[in-house]
């Protein structure tokens, strides 16, 4: 992406990440969003965990309503308000919905989730797809997946190193 403007967000990001003055924690309910940014006829926003708190996930969870088309990369998905926001879809044929995840992911993400396990739909229905990775290591098979991604309708792409997880908004 060409755009000096959100070159300039990263950079503030970053130098405020290694400011001796950096302040990880943020006050619940606090939000620092990335500001919109318009590239030819897209609109790009980066957002940055954790100044962001739960601003990412209510981004994904409005960009949900009315989905007719999905497509989700990702490693794992354990965030409770985004799969409330997918609940209804596991039982709509109307949505074309299709996925795909890492196990190992989802077994790390499921050994320490309280929820009720009917959230977690998307691991047994034939529209997704389980495609192990495996985390770096010098002499072994480079297939780590890393980038999380949402195709909504064709339309907005969501996109990032951002888990579709709790544990991202502190991350």
Do not use: C
Not at 63 to 75: D, T
Not at 84 to 112: C, F, K, N, T
């Amino acid at each position: 992406i060409d755009a000096p403007e959100i070159a300039a967000q990263y950079e503030a990001t970053f130098a405020d990440l290694i400011s001796p003055d950096h302040h990880h924690p943020r006050a619940k309910g606090e939000r620092a969003m990335g500001k919109p940014v318009r590239l030819g006829e897209a609109i790009i926003t980066p957002d940055f965990a954790p100044a962001a708190g739960e601003g990412i996930e209510d981004t994904v969870i409005a960009a949900l309503k009315n989905v007719r088309r999905l497509r989700i990369m990702a490693f794992l998905m354990s965030d409770d308000g985004i799969l409330a926001a997918l609940a209804p879809l596991a039982h709509d044929h109307q949505v074309d919905i299709r996925g795909i995840y890492d196990p190992s992911g989802m077994e790390d993400a499921l050994r320490s989730n309280r929820q009720n396990r009917s959230r977690f739909w998307f691991l047994h229905d034939a529209r997704f797809v389980a495609a192990p990775s495996h985390a770096f290591h010098e002499q072994g098979e480079q297939d780590f997946m890393h980038n999380k991604v949402m195709i909504i309708n064709d339309e907005v792409v969501i996109t990032g190193s951002y888990n579709f997880s709790e544990n991202a908004e502190a991350n």
